[in-house]
């Protein structure tokens, strides 16, 4: 089973960007979907993009389409979460999950692995 590590979080203004980096570790990273969830105080954890095995189709939620673009390197098992034009509305825990082979929308099709998450926080 994959182990996940989150990086790459913090304190940004609005109209800023942040880059999420998961690690993976652990056997068949490129069969694996990847999904970016996020919760932010006093919400439910919410989906918002995912991107599929091997090649990876992406998807994103409406939320943060045109601002936010999911992408993987299956060479350094990794993927990554571009965010641009960051609003305070965008302030949350963000975590990467791994599970399934494609993606159901922004959301990979089954869950099996969490990573810890890491803070972003947009504010002036």
């Known amino acids: 089973q994959l182990q996940l590590v989150e990086s790459g979080g913090g304190l940004v203004q609005p109209g800023g960007s942040l880059r999420l980096s998961c690690a993976a570790s652990?056997?068949?990273?490129?069969?694996?979907?990847f999904g970016w969830f996020r919760q932010a105080p006093g919400k439910e954890r919410e989906g918002i993009a995912c991107i599929g095995s091997r090649e990876g189709a992406t998807y994103v939620d409406n939320s943060v389409k045109g601002r936010f673009t999911v992408s993987r390197d299956n060479a350094k098992n990794a993927v990554y979460l571009q965010m641009n034009n960051l609003k305070p509305e965008d302030t949350a825990v963000y975590y990467c999950?791994?599970?399934?082979?494609?993606?159901?929308?922004?959301?990979?099709?089954?869950?099996?692995?969490w990573g810890q998450g890491t803070l972003v926080t947009v504010s002036s």
């Open positions: 652990g056997f068949g990273f490129e069969y694996y979907a």
């Open positions: 999950a791994a599970g399934g082979y494609y993606c159901s929308g922004a959301v990979p099709n089954q869950v099996d692995a």
